[in-house]
T-cell receptor, first 111, second 115 residues
Framework: ELKVEQNPLFLSMQEGKNYTIYCNYS?????LYWYRQDPGKSLESLFV???NGAVKQEGRLMASLDTKARLSTLHITAAVHDLSATYFC???????????WGAGTKLIIKP | GAGVSQSPSNKVTEKGKDVELRCDPI?????LYWYRQSLGQGLEFLIY????????KSGLPSDRFSAERTGGSVSTLTIQRTQQEDSAVYLC?????????????FGSGTRLTVV
């Protein structure tokens, strides 16, 4: 059974700093998703990572996937206040169609 | 429509009443999911529809919960005899097909409050 764990669950940081959110998963998964959720809003798809070594970047966010370590990371470079949100990772079991979700990382970026 | 549409956006109901939540997926998307998100929590899978196949209902928390999808498009999630623990945001998502690499598109959710 696939389980997904994120850490940290809460992160407060200053603008301009770099930080990484980690997403570990327990069994083989062939795709890993990152979503963003603003307070009171729905989920916005950020990245889909489909293969070992995949790296995707959008603005100040970069996501990577290491299937051997069963680890995905979301790296924030030179954070800005607008990136404050809750970030979720989710994995999909091979031959399954559900998304198994991490608990989310609430990110607060202080000006 | 351009996105996944859910209605109502907010619903306050008395304990014991029945409620219906509606999801209108993106046109042409054959896969439709219902999730539940409690305050400050991640997402809990409820039910999955794919085309004309039998739905996967394995995530429904009790027999008070049911869902249907008519004509492979609009879906309705029904909660009978609501309880306070049913209070949550109910999210619907669709994708062109299962295991779609491009990801899933979520609706804005229905915030259900049982008083």
């Amino acid at each position: 059974e696939l389980k997904v764990e994120q850490n940290p669950l809460f992160l407060s940081m200053q603008e301009g700093k770099n930080y990484t959110i980690y997403c570990n998963y327990s069994t083989t998964s062939d795709r890993l998703y990152w979503y963003r959720q603003d307070p009171g809003k729905s989920l916005e798809s950020l990245f889909v990572l489909l293969s070992n070594g995949a790296v995707k970047q959008e603005g100040r966010l970069m996501a990577s996937l290491d299937t051997k370590a069963r680890l995905s990371t979301l790296h924030i470079t030179a954070a800005v206040h607008d990136l404050s949100a809750t970030y979720f990772c989710a994995g999909s079991p091979i031959s399954g169609y559900q998304l198994i979700w991490g608990a989310g990382t609430k990110l607060i970026i202080k000006p | 429509g351009a996105g996944v549409s859910q209605s109502p956006s907010n619903k306050v109901t008395e304990k014991g009443k029945d409620v219906e939540l509606r999801c209108d997926p993106i046109s042409g998307h054959t896969a439709l999911y219902w999730y539940r998100q409690s305050l400050g929590q991640g997402l809990e899978f409820l039910i999955y529809f794919q085309g004309n196949s039998a739905p996967d209902k394995s995530g429904l928390p009790s027999d008070r919960f049911s869902a249907e999808r008519t004509g492979g498009s609009v879906s309705t999630l029904t909660i009978q005899r609501t309880q306070q623990e049913d209070s949550a945001v109910y999210l619907c998502a669709s994708s062109p097909r299962e295991r779609q690499g491009a990801g899933y598109t979520f609706g804005s959710g229905t915030r259900l409050t049982v008083v």
